[in-house]
Every structure is written in structure tokens, then in C-alpha cells.
């Protein structure tokens, strides 16, 4: 309760305040103000983004894809996670993903945006105040030509910004399947604002940001690493975070003694197929246009994750005697943390070779998982953290100029570019250090002040009951 | 009047059941039951996790006859429910000291 | 029976006969017939809209934007309401969404488009016969040009029916929350097939069509009020007309007596994701493009759905100490009812207020139920009907140029032009008084008639098995 | 196990080889080589295809077209199967689904798309290599103009085989309908591989490649049938299958002795309306456009949809008493069927006859099936099989030049082509002949060599834990 | 000691609670059955499919009560529970030879 | 030949069984029941509505064993079973008149 009073309140009245006060003088951005950010922060140059005008076909997919990430995390992800955890906590994960679908998307339009996609803030490292309270990103009609600004390249920016929103808001609730079934619900939302702030906007700063040190898209950046749809900056960042809070946070009371089956693998089947089905926003739509690149990425895409569904699953089959689909789904996950961020870069073929590698890779993490015996609830460093590095690699390894319009030079390694793995090795080195020591700290900090864990009689009861006083199911 | 409790398999619940009203049963109450026995459990995986079910799922039969019906109906319950497998399931029999119908009040052997 | 002799069979038979003759001599409209509806009847003028010819960008935009509306009443709807209601119940409450997709759209096809929005009927009142069995809305190709007629701005005719008819799908079915685990099937369906025709096709066409009273898009409009995406047309007229269905069919069986909890909070939250995820549908297609005008829109649904799920839940978290997951979907399906009026005239900060008013102020909606004492199952009242009026009124407040293509005026109260407000009301109070007073003839008339209320022993048995002869779950 | 070590490994080490030489000397496919494709196989002449840039707005339509057919599969289908079936088998089939989508997905790539619609095989009969490991699909970009080559009309191939690949997805996963709850999963592996390679292949060759002696696109074809989006090649050729599987495979054990209800038609309801929205990528899609085909095409299928919703359910409550919603959700599938190969070629007002008579007639099938006493499960022949071919004849009827962009001659029956009649006959008979002599021959030879049926004791157990070690509800 | 068992309808056990602990009943223990009898059960359909369902679900009350309350337990169920349509339920009433309370470890009359 | 019914906590089912095989009891059935007693529910609350959840959810384990075994078990049950807060459960001991295994038929302790 303190909590609330000390944090609830107060947010809900600054917003009020604050979003009333940006309304009432919200400057119609200058055309020129918006010409600074005609490039797009992510992926290789777009021969559309000469052309000024916007373009109905590309805004439409650019639509579409955002409401297709949204859907990756509610029913999405909440249906996969809450599937895995058993039924008295069922409410509690979903309530994590849903919540943070609220809470995040309000902090990314009063300031997340500006921070990680400002250009004028702190160079390389961090954006600044350019987009606070969604200043200057809006559409507006130039009186003159009647021409909307400000745009990304054939898209309005607001949709830049509203697409970006989805990739925050899936970030941080990846996490939520490492302390999964034991976090106090207070403690996950606070420390999940400041993970997202202190972690995930410098991260897609230096990544993405038109003056990013990590954007390949920036000509003066120091280390051009390829992570066309996040990576890096999504999955290697939360799955490495996830690791550190499974690590801090401790065991599930019971946790090897009794068994902790999914309560209900249907969830986590449809779950996945949602995940799938969403990910071609997250991927092609990392394009930001409605072009041949999206198609690759989309082809590209839907290979990995099928690659990754059958490696997965035939794995099981051959050392363990079934396939489960418990197995095809972690799978075709595996296979679509993998091909995130060379969707755009890599040649769909290359992207089955991609989903096997990551079904295989993954499945051993997650076995091996028991062995280091700490408890991530749901793998979430097992599948995000170990394909999205996996992946980042992989990129550097199979990136080719055939898949990149006008691209002249070689990318990858199979192409003679080895140059290109130091970059790669760079950007994953930058996600895993900065994750961890943020997490670590965050944490540490967070169980002085207010503690991680439910108390034990609480996790006994399941959180759907001791955290939000209601039930999952009542069949009776 | 006796209390016969049988934990038999799932997929014989249809067949006992005809074949004790059959036998001039009137009615009986089942419940979902997980059982433990000799009857060995199966392994299930979950990715790293692998855990051995040794509680298997039975229906439990209460049927309350009088005594001198005893007989049949445990003989009858023996016969449709037996596969020869272990696992086919137990049947204990108590004494009960009284019996009503809640609808009429009515007690004994006129309440069944 | 007697019911489905009488009505059923000749329905049936009626449309067999008559799509058939409607097909046999369906003359192709001639252009002029098209020319005369080019300006479409909902939202704010749109550069778009002087060129005639078809763009596919906005056209595939419309496409998915019906389905996603589609989306909304099954499995989005459908999944939230049927969690709310107890086990025995829950089939009841997914027929009731999932037939009126079907004899909805029938209706719709064959007049109710006709009644909405033909300008042929009883001037700004009522359509006319214009467009019955869809004569002069579907596509056909000029000889001279080869161009599509008739179009509607830059997309087929065809494509603002079918979106519409979407509309006339859902708001209907969100009555089923008010009557929910008690209304008779047989009449369910008649009131909403007298409901539909009687109370929404007028009101859509004071609203939207182009010679409608209340339509900001008619010059010619008596009070030209704001409702962009359905705030009145769809929200308070099914919100009151839910009251109204609560107080004459009385409480069920039990109310206030025994627990009546929810049976499947997981449904609740999978099918309040997937209404958010729909709405963008809904609001940000109800621009007829693919534009800045649809961005602006997605981006105001989206935080007003985030805010008011923050608001809800903070509310709960504040006032009771734990916040909860319907507490949570609540505030997001307020929110977006909320904005609905608004998201295409509203800056987007200014829908994170409205949002936040939506989830605190309905949230006390619902806790008032308890005090008046009728049983709004669902809460249809409070939430719709609450959270549309609200919007309205909001709406009026903060309605600002600044996102209006080519608009020069001021627009709401916050820009000084207060006269906006009494257009706001008088649209409110035109919807509440149609939605109350036809509710209240239809449901006295069909009760004397044919009777509301199942049994008391069907209703103990649960709709599933009484009325359709089913169970919902068979776990055993 | 030895199938797996025979089939599974083998298979792996191929693709991975394969794909990896096939990246390696992937040449840029001429330009030459993709306008041998530039008219698409599917469907009546398009006007755009005479352009052939890329149409932002057509891609963007054609990339979420195939993200809802593959949701059509999962979750789709997966849901819609899996509640019908008893709680122990609910994993086995929606692993069947979830399985397939992996593993079919790498064959269309590797071969599928190459088989179907390559030009530089066996004519008429079957595709050649040409397309072998995507050569000369993926997207590259012409040296002199930029621009995108090769082409399908104003989309990217690499599109045009995305899409089509989840039509070869779904298509064997509808005959999971037929061998539910018994069939062994080493053996439905194998037998979708073949039958995917020996049955679908050739069928949409046939109809739907530049050359098929059944394709209505191709002037040089036999016979003309019209099927836009797949009735003879998805429908008929899966529901054909399905009754032979279920006649060859028998019944499951205490068929027509105990009761088998569905045991969770929630998940039915959902996955039927999931079917609906994602038919609308289906059939509207197969415009290969987003342009007013596709809008007709979108309201046939919608208004088929709810025709038959009314229909089956109507028909239950006439003959019944009482309308089921599992009677609504078949009548609504049933429309969706019977209207796919129509869509592209009917007035909408026609489609509502065809939904209805769909339902009716499938409704009848359905119970016809116990007289005939096969144990087609989950009636996959009754309503694909009938309602596929139902929609064949239909289509002949009802097709006409109204909504054909640029077609000048009568098309249907109705319009006095009686002739289009034999054409219709001829597909469905060739797709019958195909479907049930291939599965005839498959399932004899498999039953053979590695046995059709689990054993009784698995059977028993079900299905989730006897194949894949995994229990589907863990509610204790 | 005697241990009440009752089969009763669904929508009658909070009443029956209630008006259990105002006769002074300090606990008890519910399940979930399904039971066969007079009552004639419902139809249902799928597809081409129909069924009858002769199993209804009921709750099991176990009460276990010191001799001397029975009487007045059962009395206040039957009064409850009854509605005087087939299917109110029966109550069966059996002998304990000995009732332990876990926590405590009290046994007999204390235990409860 | 007694029949021994203990409801106890979910989470202690594990252990509840370990022990008891190791002390020798070859099977139990068990149950998933509602208990209601000393222990305090809990509130839930759904909108404006608020309940007080007063059925908990336990489990009910029956275990039939010989006579001389019961002392045992009950021990056995109650060591394990213990966490000394309020609902830790309770123990009811019963007489059977006779128990079968279905499979053979045999009666008696070679029964069990
Ligand atoms: N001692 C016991 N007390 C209570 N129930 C028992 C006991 N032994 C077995 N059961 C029940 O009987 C079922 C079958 O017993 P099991 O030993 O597996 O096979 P069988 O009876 O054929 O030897 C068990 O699953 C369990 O539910
Ligand atoms: N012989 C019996 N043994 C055990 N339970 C019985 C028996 N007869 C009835 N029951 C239980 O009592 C319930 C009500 O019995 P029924 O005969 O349907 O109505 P009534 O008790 O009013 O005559 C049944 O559903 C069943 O659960
Ligand atoms: N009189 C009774 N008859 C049947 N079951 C009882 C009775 N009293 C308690 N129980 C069961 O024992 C459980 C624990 O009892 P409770 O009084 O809550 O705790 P404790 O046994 O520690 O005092 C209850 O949840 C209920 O299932």
C-alpha cells in the first residue's frame, strides 16, 4: 500500500498534469524538425525513404504490424507464459503482461520515445528531451502543401513511434517468465519502469537511434552491428535479465521436490501460434515500409520458425523417444528469437539452417538449465537469452548483399566479411553488460526497499489469490 | 444397508453402471479420484523437467444397497470392471448406520 | 417452436427468394447513381477523398480493418464476456455473440445498410431503399475508364458496407452482458433483430450517413456532434439500452445471495487483448484510409487504453489494497470506449487523460450497481454506457484541429468554441433517449409476447444445457 | 525410434546441406526468368498485373493475407479441433496442426513451390525444378532500374510463395478431422509428407500453375474450372482424404458405445471464429491484390459465413428444438468452405444461398455419417468434402462476369454458360480421383510398413500422454 | 462420533452451510460428484451425435459430527436442502472409530 | 481392515505419500475436495463484488490398510502432514466389512 501511495498516485496526477500542459502549447513541429529524422534508426537504407510523401501502402502495414506486436504480448505471450506456470498463478503472469501493456505505453509517449530515439540528447550513449510528451512526433498538415510532418521516411513518425511502444511493452514482460510464480506484483511493476528506462531505451539507442554507436544504419557509427528487428536489443536483453533475476530471486518453494508441470499446455500451444503469427509484424515490419525487404523478412521469418519447430521437437524425438509439443512450441519460438535480427539481412534459406541451430541450441540450454540448478520458471534465458545470442552471431555469419537493396559490399561472413563478427561480438557484449549489471543493481537496490518475493504463505496460496485476490478458474 | 465403494477405471464407468442398474441398483454417486497403486505410472517431459505420474486417474462408485443386494452388486461391479491388468481397482464395503431421502424424509431401505 | 415456424423458416425462405431476384436483375450502378454518395458519411473531411480512383494501400488498410472488427465480437467479445459468467453459462453467452454474427450480417446485407446510410429515405432521419440486397454498393468496373464504381473516397463502396456492417454486428451484442445467464435464446434474438433495425440503423444514420442530423461531417446538420468512430451510435445506445434490459428482466436467480463469481478470468483477459488489438480496427479504420488521420487515431485508442487500464487497476490497488486483472481488462475496455468518439479528433496525449477519466469514473460506475441493486450482469451499463457518455462529452472538450486534415476552425471547449459541448449533449441525449425508449417498447411488447426469462429451472440448469443442449467443458 | 533415425535425422542433414549449397550459388534470378510468371496462377485476369512495379498497398494486403491463412492453422484449427475431441487427445491434435506447420513449411520451400507452380516440368501435370530451394523467388533488385525482381503481378513472388505455402499447410491438417484420437504420429508425419508431395502438388498445379490443364487463368486449359481460392485443391482434396483415413484407419475404440462429447467447445467457438477472420486472408487474398476483386470476394465470403451460421444452427432448432452453437460454428465453417472456390467469382447476394445451402446440406451430412457407421471423428469429409464439392457445383451456377474485372463473356450457369457446368464437374471429379486413390495407396502401404493405429493400451490413455508424454489440463 | 455424508444439488450448498454452522457444525468437507438415479437426465446433442446424460452433478457434504448432534445436523439438511423435486439428494450416516485433528494431534470429540 | 481418510494441504501430498510407502502402504485414493473449518478464507474480489472464499481447497487421501497397520499410518500422516497452522487437516478412521481386488477377486488383506 505504501507503495501505491508513494508511487500510483502521484504518476497518474503528473501525467494528468503534465499531459494537459504539453496539449495546451504542443507546437506544431517545424517541417525541418522532422527532416532531421528522415532516415529510419533501424535496418539497411530504403530506396522508398528518398520520396517524402507518405505512402498509404506502407502506413497500412506499418499499422497492422503494430497492433501484430501488441497481440505478441497479450493474448500472446500471457496465453504462453500463463500456460507454464501452474493454475493457482495463472492470473498473476497474465496480469504482469497486461499490466505492463498499460503502464509502459504511457511512460514510452511522456518519455521513453524521446530517450531512446532522440537524437539530441547525450550523442551515441542517449536521447534527450526532443520527444518528450510525443512533442514533434504527431502528424500535422503543412499549411502549404498540405503534406503531413513530421514523417520516417513514407510513414508518419507517429507510427514509428507507436510501432517502437510495442517492442518496449514485449521487452520487459519476456522477463516475467524468469520469476515467474514468486514476485511480489509492487516489486515487478517498479522495477520493471526502471529496467525499461536504465536498460531498454539506451540499449535501442545505441542500436537503432539515427546516431546510435551499434546502428548499422549510421554511417558514423563505431561498431555497424546488424539487428534488424531487436535482437539484441529485445531478446538478449531481457533473456539476460531474466537469468540475473531467476539468480537473485531464488527458487520456487518445492522447486525440484514436487513436480510443477504446466497447468495447461493448450494455452501455451496458442499461446505460441499467436507469438508466430505476430512476429511477422515484429520482423517484416521492422522494414517500416510494405516493400521486397519486408518480404524477405517475412519469408525468412516463417522459415526459422518452422526450422526451429522441428528441429526442437525432433531433438526430443531422437534422444528422448517423443516429440511433445511443449517442445514444438518452445521451438518455433526459439527459431523467431533467432532469425530477429537478421530477418533482414539474410537469405530465407539461410534461415531454416538459422531455426535448426536455435531449436537444437535452446533445447539444451533448457536441459542444462537443471544441471546449473537455478530457477528460470519458464526459460526465459534459456530461449531469448541463449537464441538471441545465437542469433546476433548467426547474423554475422549468413548477412548477404542479395537480400539488401542496393547494398554493393559484402556483409557477412560467408561472404568474406569477417570483420562484420567483431561488430556482432560487439553488440552482443554491449546487450549482455548492460542487462546484467542493470538488472543486478535494480534488484539489489529493490529487495533493500521493498522486497522481491511474496512471503511463503502467499506463494503457497498462488499469486492469482494473494496478489489479486481473485481465481483463474472456477469450474464448479 | 452396506456402502459399496469401487475404485474402478475410467472408460468401464459406462458399462458398470448399465450393469448394475441392470441388477436392480437405483442409483449411485461417482467421483473423480486419482489412484495409487501397483498399477505403475507414466514419465512426462517438460522440456528440462521429467517427472513420473504415479497417480493415475479413477472414477469412484458409491453405491448404497441393502444388505442382501450386497452380493450381487459386488459380483456384478467384478465382473464388467475386471480387464486381468493391474489397475483394474478395489471395492470396500461398509456398514452404514442410516439412510435418508432428503426429497420425502423417508429413511432405511425406502430411501434408495 | 412456435417461433422458429413463424419466423426462422420465412426468413430463410424470404432471402433465398429475394437474393436470388436481387442477383437476377442487379443492374450495374450507374456511375452517377456512385458519384452521388463519393463523400463518406463518418469523420472529418480527408484530402484523400477528392481523388476517385481506388488505392490499394488505403483499400488493404479497410480490408483488414473489417476483420479485425470482426474480430471483436468472436472471439474478442465473445471471450470476454463468457469468462465473466459461471461455468453453466458460458456456451449461452458465445451463441448469443456468435449468431448474431451470422443473422446480423444477413440483415444488413439485405436492408440494414440501405436504412443506415441510403440518403434516398427519410432525408435526416431514416435511409430509404437506395441500397436494399445491396443494389449500387457492390463493385463494378466502368467500361469507358475500367475505373471502380461506386467508391466511397478511395476505397469500393463495397468495403465502407462491409465495415459497417461489423458495427452493427458487435454493438448489439454487447447488450448480451446486461441480460446474460437468464434471457431466453429465442428472444434474444427477435429483440435484437427488432433492436438493430428500430434503434440502430436511425441512429447510424443520424450519425454517419450524409444527410444525418447529428453528423459534423453534413454541413446541413442540425447539431453536428463529433462521434468518429461510434461513441454514441454504438456505445450509449447499447449501454442504456442494457440498463433498460437489467431493470425489466429482473436480477438472476440467486443474485446477491449466493457467490456468482467469474468461471474463466484467463477468457476475460485473452478476449480484453483481443478487443484492444480489434479497436484499432475500429477507431483507427473509421478514418476510411490509410493516413495521418487513421495514425493520430491509433495512436490516441492505444494510450487511452493503456491509461485506463492504470487507472482501474491504480484505483483498486489504491482503494482496496490489490489490483486486479478484470480490474485491469475493465480499464482498457473503458478506455477505448472512451476514446472511440474522440480518436480522430483528439491529440493523443489528451486520450492518456481521457483513458485515465474512463477507467477511475467507471470503476466507480460498477461499484454503484450494488447500491441500486439491478443486475447488470456484465456490466454493459457501466462500462459502455458510462464510459460512451463520457467520451462524448470529453470529446467535446478536448476535440483540436491540430489533427483535423485541413480543418481551420476551432473545434472543442479547450480551443474556445463551447458551442461544441451542446452538440455533444444533444447527441448523447438523442442516443440515451432512442436506445431507452425503444428498449423499453421492444422488451414489454416481447415479453407479453413470447416471454424474456428462461424457466427457474432451465435457468438453474444453465443456458448451455437448457437452450442449446450442451456442455461447455468435459474434463472428466 | 527407427523412423525417426530413417526419416527424421536424414531429413535434417539434407535440408541443413542443401539449404547451405543452395545459399551458396544462389544466382539472381534473370529478369527474363520471373516474366515467364508475371500472370498469377490463381483467379481471373487482374488489370494491374499489367504494371509491374510493386504496389505497396497490394504487398502490404498480401503479407497479412498470409499471416491469417497460416493463423488459420494455428491457432485456428488447432482450437477448433481440439475441443471437439476428449481431453486426453486435446495435445494430439493440436500438435498434428502445430507439427505440420513446421514441417511442411521447409518442404514448400525446398521443393513444394517448385512442384505446384513451376512451368518447366511435365506440362500440364506437374512443376520442375525451376523453384528448387526458393531459386529464383526470392526478391533481388535489377542493376539498372532498382527495381524488384521477379514480380507476381504488383507483388514480389517471394510473396506469392508465402502465401501459397500456408495452403499447403492447412490442407493436410484438415484431414486431422478424420483419424483423430488414434492415429499414430510417426505414421501421420509420413503420410502428410507423401501425401502433401504426391496429391497437393500436382491438384494446385493443375488448377492454380500458369499451366495447369484445369486452371481458368490459363487459355490453353482442358477445363476451365473456376476455384479462386481453393476449393478443389484445399476442400475437396482434404475432405476426399479424410473419409478414406477414416474408412481405412476404423473406429476409435467404444465408438457408438460410450459418449464422446466434444470437451471444450469454448476452444471450438474460438477456433470457428478464428477460421472466419482468417478465411477473409484466404479467399479475399487470392486476389492476389488489394483491389475491388478482393473486396467482393471478402463480402461473398463474410455473407457465406453468416448464411450458414443461420442455416445449420436454423436447422437444428427446427428439427431439434434447439439451435447448438456447435451447429453455428459448422454452419459458419461450412459457408467458408463452400463459398472459397466462389469468391472471387459470385455476387455476394448469391453468397448468402450458397452459406445456406452449405449449412443445410453439410448439416444433413454430418448425420447421415452414423447410418453409414465410418468414424469420420471430427466430420472433416461431411463438411470439407461435401461443402468443398457442394461449392464446386455451385460456383458453376452462380459465377458471372459482373464482378470479373474486364471479363466480357457469360461465366455461370445462371448467366447461360452452361458448359462451365462440365468444366466444374471435371475439376471436382479429377480432385476426388487424386485425393482418394493417392490416400487409398498411402495409408495401404504405410499400414504396411509402419502401422496406421497406436496400440490399444496408448489409445486408452489418450493420445497427449501415450505420443508426447504430456498431459493437456493440470487443474489440481 | 458419526460422519454424515450428503448428496445434494449445487445451488443449495451455501445455505445448507450456513444453516449447518448456525447448528453449530465447526467444519466440513465438500466434493464435487456426479450421481445417477430417479432424476432423468438431460439430452444432449453434437452433430450428427445425441446423448443422454444420467449423470448430474451434485455435491458430497462430509460432516463429521459427536453422536449426539446428528440428529439435528441431519434435520437441518433436510430442511434445507429439500425442494420436493426428484433429485434433492440422500444423506448416509456411518460410524467412526476414531477422528484425529493433524495440527494438534487432539483426537474424538476435541478434534473437530 | 480399516479405512483410514485424512484431508490435508494440497502441497503435502507428495511428501504424505513418500512416507506412507515407506511405511508400507502399497496404494491410496485420492480426492480433490473443499474444506471448510477454523481456518480463515480469503477475499476475492470482481468488481463491485466482493465474496469470502470459506471452501478451501485440500485433498482427501483414503487409505485402506490392516488393522494392526493403522496406528502406523496415522502417525505416519500426521508427522508429515503437520505445519502446525490452523487447517492442517484431519484424520477419520472407519471399519470395513470387506475389501476386493477387482482383478482377482481376491478378498481380505491379500486385497490390498
Ligand atoms: N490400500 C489402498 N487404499 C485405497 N485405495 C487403494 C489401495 N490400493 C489400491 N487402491 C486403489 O485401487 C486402484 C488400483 O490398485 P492397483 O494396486 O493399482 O491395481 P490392482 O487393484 O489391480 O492391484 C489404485 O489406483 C487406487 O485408487
Ligand atoms: N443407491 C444410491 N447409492 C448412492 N447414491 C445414491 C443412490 N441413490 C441415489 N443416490 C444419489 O442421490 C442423488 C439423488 O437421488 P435421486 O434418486 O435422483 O433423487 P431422490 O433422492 O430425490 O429420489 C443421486 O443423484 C445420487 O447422487
Ligand atoms: N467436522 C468436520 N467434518 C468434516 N471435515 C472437517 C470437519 N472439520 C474440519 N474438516 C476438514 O478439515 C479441514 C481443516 O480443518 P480446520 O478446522 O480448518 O483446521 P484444523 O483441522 O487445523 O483445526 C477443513 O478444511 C475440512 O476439510
Redesign the interface.
Known amino acids: 500500500m505504501w507503495l501505491v501511495r508513494r508511487f500510483a498516485l502521484p504518476t497518474l496526477l503528473f501525467l494528468i498534469f503534465h499531459g494537459n500542459f504539453a496539449f495546451a502549447d504542443d507546437p506544431a513541429p517545424t517541417e525541418g524538425g522532422a527532416a532531421a529524422a528522415v532516415t529510419p534508426p533501424a535496418n539497411p537504407p530504403d530506396p522508398r525513404l528518398a520520396l517524402p510523401d507518405l505512402s498509404a501502402g506502407d502506413t497500412a502495414w506499418m499499422l497492422i504490424s503494430s497492433a501484430l506486436v501488441l497481440m505478441m504480448t497479450a493474448p500472446g505471450l500471457a496465453l504462453f507464459y500463463c500456460g507454464l506456470v501452474r493454475k493457482k498463478n495463472v492470473l498473476g503472469v497474465m496480469m504482469q503482461c497486461f499490466f505492463l501493456m498499460g503502464i509502459l505505453s504511457v511512460v514510452w509517449a511522456v518519455y521513453g520515445y524521446s530517450l531512446a530515439f532522440g537524437t539530441d540528447g547525450f550523442g551515441s550513449l542517449l536521447g534527450g528531451g526532443q520527444y518528450l510528451f510525443l512533442k514533434g512526433v504527431m502528424p500535422t498538415w503543412s499549411e502549404s502543401t498540405g503534406a503531413v510532418v513530421p514523417m520516417m521516411g513514407s510513414i508518419p513518425r507517429s507510427i514509428h513511434m507507436v510501432y517502437q511502444m510495442m517492442f518496449f511493452i514485449i521487452t520487459p514482460a519476456l522477463i516475467c517468465g524468469a520469476y515467474a510464480e514468486r514476485m511480489k506484483f509492487s516489486t515487478m511493476v517498479v522495477f520493471t519502469l526502471l529496467w525499461s528506462t536504465l536498460v531498454y531505451c539506451p540499449l535501442a539507442h545505441w542500436v537503432w537511434a539515427d546516431n546510435g554507436w551499434l546502428n548499422s544504419a549510421n554511417a558514423a557509427a563505431t561498431f555497424p552491428a546488424f539487428d534488424f528487428a531487436g535482437g539484441t536489443v529485445v531478446h538478449i536483453s531481457s533473456g539476460v535479465s531474466a537469468l540475473i533475476c531467476a539468480l537473485l530471486i531464488g527458487k520456487r518453494l518445492g522447486h525440484a521436490q514436487e513436480?510443477?508441470?504446466?497447468h495447461n499446455l493448450t494455452y501455451t500451444c496458442v499461446g505460441a501460434a499467436l507469438l508466430w503469427v505476430g512476429w511477422f509484424g515484429f520482423n517484416a515490419g521492422s522494414a517500416l515500409a510494405s516493400n521486397a525487404l519486408a518480404a524477405n523478412a517475412f519469408v525468412a521469418t516463417h522459415l526459422a520458425a518452422a526450422a526451429g519447430t522441428v528441429a526442437w521437437a525432433g531433438a526430443?524425438w531422437v534422444l528422448?523417444g517423443?516429440p511433445?509439443i511443449?517442445?514444438a512450441c518452445?521451438g518455433a519460438v526459439a527459431g523467431l528469437v533467432c532469425i530477429t535480427p537478421g530477418a533482414g539481412a539474410v537469405n530465407p534459406m539461410s534461415g531454416i539452417i538459422i531455426g535448426l541451430c536455435a531449436g537444437i541450441v535452446c533445447y539444451q540450454a533448457?536441459?542444462?538449465?537443471?544441471k546449473f540448478g537455478y530457477d528460470d520458471a519458464l526459460?526465459a534465458f534459456?530461449v531469448h537469452g541463449v537464441g538471441g545470442t545465437l542469433g546476433a552471431i548467426l547474423t554475422g555469419v549468413f548477412a548477404t548483399a542479395a537480400v539488401v537493396p542496393g547494398a554493393k559490399t559484402a556483409q557477412g561472413l560467408i561472404e568474406g566479411n569477417s570483420g562484420q563478427m567483431v561488430n556482432q561480438a560487439v553488440g552482443v557484449g554491449a546487450a549482455i553488460a548492460l542487462g546484467a549489471i542493470g538488472t543486478l543493481v535494480l534488484l539489489k537496490t529493490l529487495d533493500a526497499v521493498m522486497g522481491l518475493r511474496v512471503s511463503q504463505q502467499d506463494e503457497l496460496q498462488g499469486l492469482d489469490v494473494s496478489q489479486h485476490g481473485e481465481e483463474g478458474y472456477i469450474f464448479l | 444397508m452396506?456402502?459399496i465403494e469401487?475404485?474402478?477405471r475410467?472408460?468401464k464407468l459406462?458399462d458398470v453402471?448399465n450393469a448394475l442398474t441392470g441388477a436392480g441398483v437405483?442409483?449411485?454417486?461417482?467421483?473423480?479420484?486419482?489412484?495409487?497403486?501397483?498399477q505403475r505410472g507414466?514419465?512426462?517431459?517438460?522440456?528440462?523437467?521429467e517427472?513420473t505420474?504415479d497417480?493415475l486417474p479413477?472414477v469412484?462408485l458409491e453405491i448404497?444397497v441393502p444388505d442382501k443386494m450386497v452380493r450381487d452388486a459386488?459380483d456384478t461391479?467384478?465382473r464388467v470392471?475386471?480387464?486381468?491388468?493391474?489397475?483394474?481397482?478395489?471395492?470396500?464395503?461398509?456398514?452404514?448406520?442410516?439412510?435418508?431421502?432428503?426429497?420425502t424424509?423417508e429413511t432405511g431401505e425406502e430411501?434408495l
Chains 1, 3, 4 share one sequence.
Open positions: 513436480p510443477m508441470p504446466p526430443e528422448r517423443k511433445s511443449l517442445g518452445s533448457c536441459n542444462m538449465k537443471a526459460d534459456g | 452396506k456402502k469401487a475404485v474402478i475410467h472408460y459406462e453402471k437405483d442409483g449411485m454417486t461417482v467421483t473423480e479420484v486419482r489412484g495409487f497403486g501397483r507414466h514419465k512426462e517431459m517438460y522440456r528440462g523437467a517427472y505420474v497417480f479413477k469412484k448404497v459386488v461391479i467384478i470392471a475386471r480387464t486381468g491388468q493391474i489397475g483394474d481397482g478395489k471395492i470396500f464395503v461398509t456398514d452404514l448406520s442410516e439412510v435418508i431421502r432428503i426429497r424424509g430411501a
